[in-house]
């Protein structure tokens, strides 16, 4: 039987880092998880069992810290260009993907002032970035994953379509809950020169967005989120989002002679609805 391997990668995954910077004024903390895959003339690895052109996924992972003793890691994605390129540079590579995860910490409030040396993490979200380096061309995506939010109120669906199978009751008033997915990229050729303000006031757009909105659905909200962050960043020129349905149910108490008046819901992970949705200026 003749095959052709057409596609090959390798890499390394989940690459845990934690840098610290001492300063005499208070600490700053970095926490993040680094993902590297090349492509390239490595056929012969699958094919004929030789090794010589494989650099090592534990070469991979001692370079990240090699090189963040050297440099800087803030912002992520200046971090992950210097991976990208130290990895596109070796023989035999052909293109570089170096995605990082930070996970988010803020300083603990001791004394009514953020103390210098003790932080908090209170949630799951991440900042992201993926860098994509080839002969050429180094393409950055950035963005924010598990911002998880709720409200209470402000949010409804109804007005969609019925069949035999629909047993959906129609809502004006529910509670909305989502784990938000973005990732945005700048125009083509171009590069963020102040990464980090933009992811920022993407945060800050997002959040401000889903607390104000009235939504009439998640479809509505992901709309308005998206415009919210292109208009507060103008280094923004497209941006996806993923807004799972994290469900609150009402609680049916009437079995037990109570009424529920939007008060006792049950949290439900599965299923869910999923929504995505991708903008760009000037679509």
């Known amino acids: 039987m003749s095959i052709s391997l057409v596609r090959n990668s390798y890499g390394k995954s989940r690459v845990r880092l934690v840098k610290v910077r001492r300063a005499a004024e208070g600490h700053e903390l970095t926490d993040i998880d680094v993902d590297i895959e090349l492509e390239g003339d490595f ?14 996924t534990d070469t991979m992972k001692n370079t990240v ?14 971090f992950g260009v210097l991976l990208a390129e130290h ?9 570089a993907r ?34 994509t ?6 393409a950055i995506v950035s963005g924010i994953e598990d911002l998880l939010v709720l409200k209470t109120t402000g949010s409804a669906f109804s007005g969609f379509p019925r069949d035999q199978y629909t047993t959906l009751k129609e809502t004006d008033d529910r509670i909305l809950s989502t784990l938000m ?6 125009p083509a050729g171009r590069r963020d020169e102040s990464p980090t303000a933009t992811w920022e006031r993407a945060r800050r757009a997002l959040l401000e967005t889903f607390a104000g909105q009235h939504s009439l659905s998640v479809q509505h909200t992901i709309h308005a989120l998206g415009e919210a962050v292109l208009a507060a960043c103008p280094a923004v020129d497209e941006l996806s989002l993923s807004l799972p349905n994290k469900h609150c149910l009402l609680v049916d108490l009437s079995r037990f002679g109570l009424s529920n008046d939007n008060e006792i819901f049950v949290p439900v992970d599965e299923p869910y609805g999923l929504i995505h949705a991708t903008m760009k200026r000037g679509g």
Do not use: C, M
């Open 181 to 186: 997915v973005a990732r945005w990229r700048a």
């Open 43 to 56: 056929d012969d690895a699958y094919t004929q069992g030789d090794n010589s052109k494989v650099l090592p």
């Open 87 to 95: 990895f596109l540079g070796k023989p035999h590579a052909r293109r």
């Open 133 to 138: 380096a080839a002969p050429g061309d180094v």
């Open 65 to 78: 810290y090699a090189l963040a003793k050297g440099h800087p890691v803030e912002p992520i994605e200046d």
């Open 98 to 131: 170096v995605a990082i995860a930070e996970k988010v910490w803020s300083r603990i409030d001791a004394g009514g002032a953020p103390h210098p040396h003790a932080f908090l993490r209170a949630s799951g979200e991440r900042r992201t970035a993926e860098i």
